[in-house]
């Protein structure tokens, strides 16, 4: 019966422990996850590589990656 009641003792903290961890497994699993906000891409018109809409340069018609592609179309 003592073993009995020091099993039942056991079982009731380890049930505890996991139920105080969960929520900290799941908050780890969203950190992992990228963030929704990504920058959005453009395509240089000149040579298509894809650059981020705030470090590209932008022409009268379209996106650049350089000031110098921007010249080479535009003039
Ligand atoms: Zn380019």
Redesign the pocket.
């Known amino acids: 019966m003592k073993f009995l009641l020091m099993f039942f003792i056991v079982m009731v903290i380890a049930f505890q422990w996991r139920q105080s961890r969960k929520p900290k497994v799941q908050k780890a699993k969203r950190a992992a996850t990228p963030p929704a906000t990504t920058p959005a891409m453009v395509p240089?018109?000149?040579?298509?590589?894809h650059?981020p809409e705030a470090d590209a340069v932008r022409g009268a018609h379209a996106y650049?990656?350089?000031a110098?592609?921007r010249q080479a179309l535009e003039p």
């Open positions: 240089c018109a000149h040579c298509g590589l650059v650049y990656c350089s110098a592609h």
